[in-house]
């Protein structure tokens, strides 16, 4: 549960970092949905509002960052309060990364849009959906403070794995079938990475969360033996 506190300017504050960090969610989620929208409807308007859609994200990861700081600095927390803020910070910055990479899907929609469709686009919506459904989880264990939930989230990531691998399969045989198909193919393919990239952001938040709850770091498992 979210720790609660006598101070309540101070309460206050917290509570809207977490309002602040679920509506950067909110619209990195938003993005992720719209990007692949544009992809199988070619739909040329939506990816033109994701890509002007960036500067809200970017303008919320900065008054969050900005936010972050003034209560370190005005508060000056610790124990768990310490460890929420700096994690708060670490997080904004993957939910920004989030939201790019939602925009090189839909800068490779435009692209894809100028084409004749290479093939119906089923594996890519359940792969956005996966990723989607990482990132949502992420943050409402950060919102939760629950650890096993952010756990849950790293168990999807070879899920999110396995779509990509798929359809990369697949566009290799539409590309040794065709070389005329390459162009094409080598852009739905960099959407299926950009949606790996997502999980992998996502993973990033749910290991921030564990390590905020349970001040155990889960970076990098089994690096120390290689």
Do not use: W
Not at 3 to 11: A, M, S, V, W
Not at 67 to 85: E, Y
Not at 194 to 206: F, K, M, S
């Amino acid at each position: 549960m979210p720790l609660t506190h006598t101070d309540r300017e101070y309460e206050a504050e917290l509570t809207k970092l977490r309002e602040r960090i679920l509506l950067l969610g909110a619209k990195v989620e938003a993005a992720i949905a719209g990007a692949i929208r544009a992809v199988v409807e070619r739909d040329d308007v939506l990816a033109q509002g994701i890509l002007d859609g960036d500067a809200e994200v970017d303008r919320l990861e900065v008054e969050t960052d900005q936010l972050c700081l003034s209560i370190l600095a005005r508060r000056q927390p610790v124990a768990s309060d310490l460890r929420f803020l700096t994690i708060a910070l670490k997080l904004v910055t993957d939910l920004e990364r989030i939201g790019d990479l939602s925009v090189n899907i839909a800068e490779r929609a435009l692209e894809l849009n100028k084409e004749p469709a290479l093939k119906p686009y089923v594996g890519l919506p359940v792969m956005a959906q996966a990723a989607q459904g990482m990132v949502r989880e992420a943050l409402d264990a950060f919102v939760s403070r629950d650890a096993d939930r952010a756990r849950d989230v790293l168990g999807r990531d070879e899920t999110v794995d396995a779509y990509y691998e798929q359809i990369f399969r697949e566009l290799l045989t539409y590309m040794m079938e065709e070389p005329r198909n390459i162009y094409r193919a080598t852009r739905v393919q960099s959407v299926a990475k950009y949606l790996e990239r997502i999980g992998d952001h996502a993973c990033n938040i749910a290991e921030m969360v564990v390590f905020m709850v349970r001040g155990e770091d889960i970076r990098h498992r089994g690096a120390a033996s290689t």
